[in-house]
């Protein structure tokens, strides 16, 4: 599976995004969907990730209400609509596949088999 992460750019606070991560190589439609970003100097971490189905969806702490994930199974591709953007949500943002069928959305990087190549979100205040 390829991964293919776009739509980053610079934006003003409040401004908005729409990431996509675009998927090859083999349908997706049976693997979770996680977004992650990496500011510099940080750790990756977990932003939001939707189910294989789309029926369950799940985010941090510090962008619900702001960001939302979806997908496109016909398409083979995943959505992150970013709103309200702050200044901290500047960062390499990241979508990643868990080829691992569950109903929940895990949130650790490391059971994430698959990974884009990142897309920049700079947000200037």
């Known amino acids: 599976v390829q991964l293919q992460a776009c739509g980053g750019g610079l934006v003003q606070a409040g401004g908005s995004l729409r990431l996509s991560c675009a998927a090859s190589?083999?349908?997706?439609?049976?693997?979770?969907i996680g977004w992650f970003r990496q500011a510099p100097g940080k750790e990756r971490e977990f932003v939001a990730g939707?189910?294989?189905?789309?029926?369950?969806?799940d985010y941090a702490d510090s962008v619900k209400g702001r960001f939302t994930i979806s997908r496109d199974n016909a398409k083979n591709t995943a959505y992150l609509q970013m709103n309200s953007l702050k200044p901290e949500d500047t960062a390499i943002y990241y979508c990643?596949?868990?080829?691992?069928?569950?109903?929940?959305?895990?949130?650790?990087?490391?059971?994430?088999?698959?990974w884009g190549q990142g897309t920049l979100v700079t947000v200037s205040s």
């Open positions: 990643a596949a868990d080829d691992l069928i569950t109903w929940n959305i895990r949130v650790s990087s490391d059971e994430y088999e698959y």
């Open positions: 190589g083999r349908t997706v439609s049976r693997y979770n």
């Open positions: 939707v189910n294989w189905s789309g029926g369950r969806t």
